[in-house]
């Protein structure tokens, strides 16, 4: 049984990905319940798949006893569950992380889950957890760190196809927009704005 940590991204990209690794235990960081939470009054699609996440995790509390998801709780496919955060964990102070690394980055504390579960398990002789994220620069980080990493590559179509935009328009933007555009394409927790004037757009 492999133990997989899901990255906020995954969570925000496919509200299916909870179940979507058969008998195997998942890991979600507790900063992903904060960032859920920051997300979740956004009116698109990421905000949606946030309302959706949060209400099936309100599920799995409803449907067992109180603490369960700090315990573990049986998912449909077979695996199980378990919320993690980094205080539960004890780092020395030569594994703690340096001054190159923002302290305040929730890439990172989710990272401080990764390296605090990879411990545990190298002392139980257990395989190393891997980290699924659609994030390319946190893989490049486990990367240095020595951390097992996986994008992840089972999103869903959406059903909702109602939801969906059935025209198009024709615009000038700049490269900077194009650069930001694609940044937030990588990361769903950020949301990319574009301002421009209707009446100067090319038909």
């Given at each position: ?78 695996g199980t569950l378990r919320l993690v955060a980094i205080s ?86 700049g490269e900077g927009d194009i650069q930001e555009f694609w ?21």
């Amino acid at each position: 049984m492999k133990t997989l940590i899901l990255d906020t991204n995954v969570l925000l990209t496919d509200p299916d990905s909870l179940y979507a690794f058969e008998e195997n235990e998942i890991i979600l960081p507790f900063t992903t319940i904060e960032e859920l939470d920051k997300i979740k009054s956004r009116t698109n699609e990421v905000g949606a798949n946030a309302r959706e996440v949060a209400r099936r995790l309100s599920e799995m509390i409803s449907d067992n006893e109180q603490g369960a998801l700090k315990r573990g709780v049986p998912l449909p496919s077979g695996g199980t569950l378990r919320l993690v955060a980094i205080s539960d964990f004890v780092f020395d102070d030569d594994e703690k992380f340096s001054r190159d690394w923002d302290a305040s980055n929730k890439d990172n504390h989710i990272l401080d889950v990764c390296r605090g579960l990879t411990k545990q398990h190298r002392e139980e002789g257990k395989p190393d957890p891997i980290l699924v994220s659609r994030d390319i620069l946190l893989r490049v980080k486990c990367d240095f760190l020595g951390i097992p990493c996986e994008d992840y590559k089972n999103a869903h179509v959406t059903e909702n196809v109602n939801s969906l935009y059935t025209g198009s328009t024709l615009i000038d933007v700049g490269e900077g927009d194009i650069q930001e555009f694609w940044e937030c394409s990588e990361d769903p927790k950020r949301e990319f704005h574009l301002e421009f004037d209707p009446e100067l757009r090319q038909e």
